[in-house]
């Protein structure tokens, strides 16, 4: 039986802009126990299918079920056994670390003692502030004490909505470490990110924009499907290099990845020398050019290029 | 079981952690009741008057005595000419001009009819209809003792009797519309305002993703508001009774049941509310215009229904505060029992019940 | 392009809230038209220091001078010579994109001929012709995000302060807006960003990364790699961030 099972499920709501599709004929599998990213930018309706799959929302269309329960007819069902996180810090701020955890254990009918072994790794950092009011810790103590929350009462799946938005790298990263060790529980976790780089601490994702699945697959599939040599490119004028590579005849895309830029070509038989060349010329001393494995942002906006 | 207990205990964290939910909860029926039973009052006292005694004799001294006893008047000049009547109103330093004919005693005696002339300052017609009111009845008073137990055939008796509250005291009117002011307000607006602050900070997603059943969130928010309304109705009560003198005729039981049904009657509003709104200012905005102002204006609180258009009397019936003010006023003031108020309290329970139901219809498990 | 010329100064910068001390003595140069990172973990002081620096709050001790104003004494002055755009302020979405356009021009000082001048080039360098009398909340959210960094720079400060401008936006956006950055330093308006995403660190000329109210590292983002013995920003800034006893106050 598959963790999470969704068909065609369609989404769409009316407002000012008229009506939007929220989500669009999504259809995806994921497995007991994996960690599932769903990867994708504001708006691009991974709330919505989170608010679906924990049965706050009812789809225009389509079939799902969670845990072999189905979310409209057994939304009671799944309610009992599902952990969730929404979108931002949504705990109580004005009640203490420690009245806010006994407060959602209870609520579940399990108690912080029960379950303590689950949590005892994250809520060993938040000990020391145990009394302290939840809305004067900072972003990634609020975010951590959430993810106690929707877990002590050891649930069979667990959806993360943007857990680590807002929260610093570092933060981020312990968050992410958390989240490997809740593995070997057993507990299927899905988790929604913008961040893409977050994408390869998951087992499988999905790349989601506009309401559409890009595609869907482990990091490291994904990025084979890349399907075209991918160059880095540094030179001393960053800028320059920007609009010169732009300029070049041969350029299918070039975007800034940090200290490299990324660029694609039209042309398979151009290779790294015809690209130095072109910069020398263009007045760059001494240009590197290197090829490159894509990641998963490459792939990301390969495919959204694509849509 | 366990679960409701531990949500109204998050309640009443909430609600205590918040100095100034705190100060309007437990502060204000004081402040209102205090304000009501002592400041404001429609009440005139010591009220600047003329005299203009064309007469001069005992009779008319006598009268004049009464007026001058009275906390209401304050005989601030004594008028010699009619002309001097007008510069007295004009220059504003008299509301009223009490004027006795000359011969008074005489005509009283012999055709046993005189007259007194009373010219009020109409540029305020309610503090000049209860000026002259207060001097006409110190005047039949008067006109009273003086026939004694034998009445001629052909004067005519005016009795005027002020029943139940024959010194006329505002409280007796503005507590019970005190009460019914605040207990909705705690009841309807902070119970609203309390379930929908967990719809916008996005809590009640968590908690509609669990468990917990939803009518257990929503009685666990009302809980701690119908508990701060008892303390409410008992402080008012306590206030009314010791420090403003007013009595409690009837039955102390059957008015504190009462008050229950009309905080249950509330809380339903606030309820019911609370699936219509999204937003806490919604809320408020709802409970204070739709709830406060037509209770202080349309419930008899602080204006006779009897005077209103027909159609505002018609919109008052929809009040269920315009009910619990006639039962409270029944019970505490005329002390009637459960016979004079069955009807209002029929009503109350049938608007508690139909609002209980539609929000249990309205009451969504789902977000959008 | 004047590199020389320091558009930021600061000495010894400190804010201390009662007996906590957000932002110990920080001390730091800015140049003209330098595109700078200004990073530190949720905490370490980055918006105590922010706003010291854009004149709304104001020092305890210490001196510092933005675009040839003191912080203590002229804070207007800098005001009106500075932008400012965060994920938090946004425009008016209930207003059009040329609305939004010229309101804040107009709060911003242009003169009505200059306003409209601005607000024709603006809205074709965007390519929002036919978006200008869109309401602003119903534009996409990367759209808004590139309107509301053209607005901020629309009377064309010395230097515009970017609070985590790209929070959320698909990466394709993300690097459109980071043109526009660099079309802004190009054309000499200094650019002073605070970020969570450790590749536009990269995008900087220089980077500091404050830990504990502390200024710990400011570099090239290249020097920073070496002597940290990194292989990108996201590894210098774990390595630092790591180090702070602060990381909860």
């Known amino acids: 039986m598959k963790a999470v099972n969704v068909e065609n499920i369609v989404l769409s709501y009316e407002n000012k802009k008229g009506k939007t599709i929220a989500v669009d004929d999504v259809s995806f599998e994921v497995e007991k126990g994996e960690v599932f990213g769903l990867i994708g930018p504001d708006g691009s309706g991974k709330t919505s299918l989170f608010r679906i799959l924990t049965t706050l929302l009812i789809p225009d269309s389509g079939k799902a079920n969670v845990c072999g329960f189905e979310i409209v007819k057994d939304y009671k069902k799944i309610r009992q056994i599902t952990g969730y996180m929404p979108g931002r810090f949504s705990l109580y701020q004005d009640l203490s670390v420690e009245e806010n955890l006994e407060f959602f254990a209870t609520i579940f009918n399990s108690s912080i003692k029960e379950n303590y072994g689950l949590v005892e790794d994250i809520y060993k950092q938040l000990v020391p502030f145990k009394k302290r009011r939840a809305g004067k810790l900072s972003g990634g103590m609020k975010q951590k004490l959430a993810l106690c929350c929707a877990l002590i009462h050891k649930p069979q799946i667990l959806f993360l909505d943007e857990p680590t938005t807002g929260v610093d790298p570092v933060s981020r990263k312990e968050f992410w470490d958390m989240l490997a060790r809740l593995k070997n529980e057993g507990i299927t976790i899905l988790v929604s990110t913008p961040y893409m780089d977050e994408a390869k601490l998951c087992d499988r994702i999905a790349l989601i924009q506009n309401g559409k699945i890009l595609n869907i697959n482990t990091p490291e599939k994904i990025n084979s499907e890349f399907g075209k040599k991918l160059f880095a490119v540094h030179s001393e004028d960053m800028y320059k290099l920007l609009s010169d590579l732009r300029a070049f005849t041969y350029t299918e895309t070039c975007f800034g990845f940090g200290e490299n830029h990324h660029l694609t070509l039209k042309d398979d038989s151009v290779g790294v020398e015809d690209i130095k060349i072109y910069l020398q010329n263009a007045g760059h001393k001494e240009p590197v050019v290197k090829i490159i494995e894509p990641g998963i942002e490459d792939s990301f906006m390969q495919l959204m290029k694509s849509n | 079981m366990k679960q409701l207990l531990v949500f109204i205990k998050k309640e009443f964290f909430h609600i205590l952690r918040d100095p100034r939910s705190m100060l309007i909860l437990l502060g204000m029926p004081v402040v209102q009741v205090i304000l009501f039973g002592f400041a404001i009052t429609n009440e005139i006292k010591n009220a600047n008057i003329a005299i203009l005694d064309n007469s001069k004799d005992e009779q008319t001294q006598k009268i004049i005595n009464k007026i001058a006893g009275s906390t209401y008047f304050n005989i601030e000049r004594s008028l010699v000419t009619n002309e001097q009547i007008d510069e007295a109103f004009k220059t504003g330093k008299i509301k009223l001009a009490i004027i006795f004919q000359p011969n008074f005693q005489n005509e009283l005696t012999h055709t046993n009819s005189a007259s007194v002339q009373l010219i009020a300052d109409a540029s305020d017609p309610n503090n000049a209809t209860t000026l002259i009111n207060y001097a006409s009845s110190i005047i039949l008073d008067y006109q009273n003792s003086l026939m004694g137990p034998n009445k001629l055939p052909y004067t005519i008796n005016t009795e005027v009797k002020m029943l139940y509250n024959p010194e006329l005291k505002g409280i007796y009117s503005s507590v019970p519309g005190v009460m019914a002011l605040i207990l909705m307000l705690i009841s309807a607006m902070m119970t609203s305002i309390a379930i929908v602050k967990e719809k916008e900070t996005g809590t009640m997603e968590i908690l509609l993703v669990s468990p917990i059943k939803p009518w257990l969130i929503v009685i666990s928010k009302a809980v701690p508001y119908f508990i701060l309304s008892f303390i409410n109705v008992t402080s008012i009560l306590l206030l009314a009774v010791y420090v403003l003198g007013m009595p409690i005729e009837g039955s102390i039981i059957l008015l504190f049941v009462m008050c229950v049904l009309y905080i249950f009657c509330s809380l339903a509003l606030g309820l019911f509310i609370s699936t219509s709104v999204s937003t806490q200012q919604a809320a408020m905005m709802v409970s204070l215009i739709g709830l406060m102002l037509p209770i202080m204006m349309l419930s008899g609180y602080m204006f006779p229904i009897a005077n209103m258009p027909w159609i505002l009397q018609m919109l008052s019936n929809v009040l269920p505060a315009k009910w619990y003010i006639i039962i409270v006023k029944q019970v505490m003031i005329k002390g009637l029992g459960f016979s004079g108020i069955w009807k209002e309290t029929l009503v109350l329970l049938g608007m508690t019940a139909l609002l209980i139901l539609l929000s249990i219809k309205r009451f969504k498990i789902r977000l959008k | ?249």
């Open chain 3, 1 to 249: 392009m004047n590199l020389q010329e320091t558009v930021i100064k600061t000495e010894e910068l400190t804010k201390r809230f009662g007996d906590f001390t957000a932002v110990n003595k920080i001390s730091f140069e800015v140049k003209k038209g330098e595109i700078f990172g200004f990073l530190g973990a949720n905490g370490a002081g980055k918006t105590t220091a922010m706003k010291m620096l854009i004149g709304i709050s104001k020092p305890t001790s210490g001196k510092a001078r933005v675009a040839g104003y003191d912080v203590y004494k002229e804070t207007e002055k800098i005001k009106k010579n500075i932008g400012y755009m965060s994920q938090k302020f946004s425009l008016y979405e209930d207003l059009t994109v040329k609305e939004n356009i010229v309101l804040y021009a107009g709060i911003y000082g242009l003169s009505s001929k200059l306003i409209n001048e601005k607000c024709d080039e603006l809205i074709n360098r965007l390519g929002l012709k036919n978006e200008q009398n869109v309401l602003v909340g119903s534009l996409p959210l990367g759209w808004k995000q590139k309107l509301s960094f053209s607005i901020a720079i629309v009377h064309k400060p010395q230097i515009v302060f970017l609070d985590e401008p790209t929070g959320g936006v698909d990466p394709v956006t993300r690097r459109q807006f980071w043109d526009l950055i660099y079309e802004a330093a190009y054309n000499g308006i200094t650019v002073f960003v605070t970020t969570h995403y450790m590749d536009e660190a990269e995008y900087c000329n220089r980077v500091s990364i404050m830990v504990d109210g502390v200024i710990e590292a400011l570099d090239t983002p290249a020097n920073l790699k070496k002597t940290f013995n990194a292989s990108s920003m996201d590894e210098v800034f774990l390595k630092l961030a790591r180090k702070a006893k602060r990381s909860d106050n």
